[in-house]
């Protein structure tokens, strides 16, 4: 069930992100398949010949309903506390494996990607995410961030996510990784 509460979330901020870019998309389920065609060739001394064309199908789902969010404010929300700590821990690039690990959904085999998100922060004057706005929805999270490289915003508005899991806020390996990949740091 968490699994597919994740795959439901990630579905859902990808398709946002596809729609932000073109708001007249059209947020209804659209499955488009065109017809098959075969073509058989005459009779010969050989075998006939059977081709068949299949155009791939497309299916763009509608977007989940998105989970507003609203500015932090420190000790309004022991919600948003907790997801900022989990924020601040896991894409502080000062911070060990050992203390991500608790925050992160599946850090199985995460170390050698933190050590180098750490020497990707070294070369720029450390990477943090700083969480502005939040969200909760039960156990799914909406978080609203800025990616700063030292003390300059590389990014700002940026979308993500945190779900919780017995009781414990933390990244989605899929998102932890996609901010890997900012940094230009690889993620298994």
Do not use: H
Not at 14 to 36: I, K, L, N
Not at 97 to 108: H, L, Q, S
Not at 129 to 134: A, C, R, S
């Amino acid at each position: 069930m968490k699994r597919l509460i994740t795959v439901l979330v990630a579905v859902a901020l990808v398709v946002t992100a596809c729609s932000s870019a073109d708001d007249s998309a059209d947020e209804s389920v659209t499955t488009t398949t065109a017809a098959a065609t075969t073509t058989t060739a005459a009779p010969t001394t050989t075998a006939p010949a059977t081709t068949t064309t299949t155009a791939p199908t497309t299916t763009t789902e509608a977007p989940a309903p998105e989970i507003p969010t609203s500015p932090v404010v420190p000790g309004d929300d022991e919600d948003a506390d907790a997801i900022v700590e989990v924020y601040a821990v896991v894409f502080d690039s000062s911070t060990t494996y050992a203390d991500k690990e608790p925050f992160i959904e599946d850090p199985t085999g995460l170390e050698a990607t933190v050590e180098a998100y750490a020497n990707a922060g070294e070369a720029v004057g450390g990477i943090f995410l700083e969480v502005t706005e939040t969200g909760t929805d039960g156990d799914l999270a909406a978080v609203v961030y800025d990616l700063l490289f030292g003390e300059n915003a590389f990014q700002q508005d940026q979308p993500g996510d945190a779900v919780r899991n017995d009781g414990q806020w933390q990244v989605t390996r899929e998102f932890f990784c996609s901010i890997m990949e900012r940094a230009r740091v690889g993620c298994p």
